[in-house]
């Protein structure tokens, strides 16, 4: 009997576009493509089993975002349906789920496919991946002009610094890696953390039915009061049905949000005493008393993200929560050791300790020109950096959605992510139409802009000596950043507004650029002009007045509805036909 023969390994296979990670980005990326420029040559892969990204990993109770739906969701495609000012994990998946079936992307999807590794060809203009079938252990190999990374700030958990996690015979899990079949009601648990995901943690579980939570607090947090509620049924029905609401309501959420920004320069100490007031007067009228040392902060306000209360300060008052701040030195088999020698017993040990930060595409090797990996490049600099966070010179074509100095501290990412996607398809268009193959932002241009951000960054709260957080990452040599020595890199945050961001990607700068390579077939769907549409749009503005004249002023005229009505999908239309100034 003949030893069974080894299939054949795949085929290359092809799209013009391809991006790591199925997630916001990766969506913002198929749909922006499909609404700009009707193309479709896409390829989105995800080593999770499913779409999502954060919003698919994060399934912890309690789940939900910390920035409002209105903002925290697409421009181009609003919803008036979200049921809370802060929507939950579910939710938002759900909205991505949709998104991406609206622009028919579910069908370019490759889940439990994970890219090992990205490799520039210049003789061919392409980039060459390699990518891992989780579920059959095998690689293949995929090909693209374009090469877009989505894998966020978010993918990768930390580990807990407590050793004998390994000796543990319960269940211990981290929050981005939750287990949906683990029974905690009854149980013992003790939660690691105290940010963000741990307070929405804490409240759910007592919520749940656990017999006792035992929160061991390893940082202080500003802690505001909650703005999350229920967003009644009237309202999202004049979201839905009155023309224009969706826009306004955005608009006004991002302007109230982006005032929190004022907290972050270092001159701005008043407003962030302000601040810093309302959080502690509230941290000390909600949490008892036996906790305040434990909780409130001996930092400035605006030092590390603000928490919006969930319900968290109020948990505490429950005799089965117990906050302590005395420190684990060992897991072992039936919960966790502290500092005096007490045992704290735990059925579940809860890990809501963050994400390895200052990193990005961990576990994918991209090698550029001339054989450079990203890694090694952004190591002999100090940190992560890129051209206006995410285009990095010596891997042309290459562009990084959320990345170096992407990440904002006061409002929502999900601006950032469409406005690095508009930006980087403008700078593509030649290409797009095939005036050349290869787009490579300039040396010079890269290292001009990262000193400037850098430069921005040693204004801000974040670098104060007494500021420590996730966003700094310490250098073990000093590196000179806009003419002073510093050994404190920020790879995270954006030091300005993200208007300034949503300006800066409003308008390329040649200059900035190479454009490279023998020209192509165009793969832009020709559209109406510009003029065309400007024109066709001024006739339906004037017939409006004219109609609103004829009505004698009447706005119930039920005509004047109508004519008001398909005004607002027309203006719709051209936001969404690629003459889109940008995202905010």
């Not at 590794?117 to 003789?123: D, G, I, S, V, Y």
């Not at 209360?309 to 088999?333: C, F, H, K, M, S």
């Amino acid at each position: 009997m003949s030893a069974p023969t080894t299939p054949p390994p795949r085929p290359p296979s092809y799209t013009q576009f391809a991006c790591i990670g199925a997630g916001f980005s990766g969506i913002c990326l198929g749909a922006t493509l499909r609404r700009w420029h009707n193309i479709t040559s896409l390829r989105l892969f995800d080593a999770s089993p499913s779409l999502g990204g954060t919003w698919f990993l994060n399934r912890y109770p309690g789940a939900a975002c910390d920035v409002p739906s209105a903002l925290y969701s697409y421009s181009f495609a609003p919803n008036p349906r979200w049921t809370r000012i802060l929507a939950t994990g579910p939710e938002l998946h759900a909205y991505l789920v949709r998104v991406a079936a609206d622009y028919d992307l579910l069908d370019k999807m490759s889940f439990r496919s994970a890219v090992e590794r990205a490799e520039w060809h210049e003789e061919r203009a392409r980039w060459v991946l390699t990518v891992r079938d989780l579920d059959a252990d095998a690689t293949f190999t995929h090909e693209c002009q374009f090469l877009f990374s989505g894998t966020g700030h978010f993918s990768k958990p930390r580990e807990l610094d407590v050793p004998g996690l390994e000796n543990f015979r319960g269940v211990a899990m981290h929050s981005a890696r939750w287990r949906d079949e683990v029974e905690l009601e009854g149980k013992k648990v003790v939660v690691f953390g105290n940010g963000c995901t741990a307070t929405q943690i804490v409240p759910a579980l007592v919520k749940l039915g656990v017999e006792r939570v035992t929160q061991i607090v390893r940082a202080k947090h500003w802690i505001m009061p909650p703005v999350d509620e229920t967003v009644p049924r009237w309202a999202r029905e004049v979201l839905q049905w009155m023309p224009g609401m969706l826009a306004l309501q955005r608009f006004i959420v991002f302007c109230v949000a982006e005032i929190a920004y004022l907290s972050f320069p270092v001159r701005n100490r008043r407003f962030r005493s302000w601040n810093q007031s309302r959080s502690e007067a509230y941290m000390k009228a909600t949490a008892p008393e036996k906790y305040w040392g434990m909780l409130i902060p001996d930092f400035e306000f605006g030092c590390k993200r603000r928490v919006f209360d969930t319900g968290y300060l109020e948990a505490l008052d429950r005799e089965n929560v117990i906050l302590t701040d005395e420190p684990a030195v060992e897991v072992v088999e039936n919960g966790v050791r502290l500092r005096s020698g007490e045992v704290v017993d735990a059925d579940i040990i809860v890990l809501a300790n963050g994400f390895e930060m200052n990193e990005l595409l961990e576990g994918v090797e991209v090698v550029g020109v001339g054989g450079e990996t990203l890694h090694g490049k952004w190591e002999k600099i100090g940190g992560l950096g890129a051209y206006k966070t995410f285009c990095v010179a010596g891997f042309p074509n290459f562009y990084l959605l959320l990345g170096p100095n992407s990440a904002t501290a006061h409002t929502s990412n999900v601006i950032w992510i469409e406005n690095a996607v508009n930006h980087s398809l403008r700078v593509i268009k030649p290409l797009l139409e095939g005036q050349a193959s290869v787009a490579e932002v300039k040396p010079e241009a890269e290292e001009a802009y990262i000193d400037k951000v850098q430069g921005g960054l040693q204004k801000m709260i974040w670098s104060s000596p007494q500021c420590q957080s996730w966003y700094n990452k310490e250098l073990d040599a000093p590196v000179e950043v806009a003419g002073k020595k510093t050994q404190r890199w920020n790879g995270m945050l954006y030091p300005w507004s993200s208007g300034h961001f949503w300006w800066a990607c409003l308008f390329p700068s040649k200059a900035d650029w190479v454009f490279r390579g023998p020209p192509t077939k165009s793969t832009i769907a020709k559209r109406r002009s510009s003029k065309t549409w400007l024109a066709f749009f001024t006739a339906i503005a004037l017939s409006g007045v004219a109609v609103s004249r004829w009505t004698d002023g009447h706005p119930e005229s039920s005509f004047s509805v109508a004519v008001t009505a398909v005004l607002g999908k027309l203006i719709g239309s051209l936001h969404g036909s690629g003459l889109t100034l940008g995202a905010w």
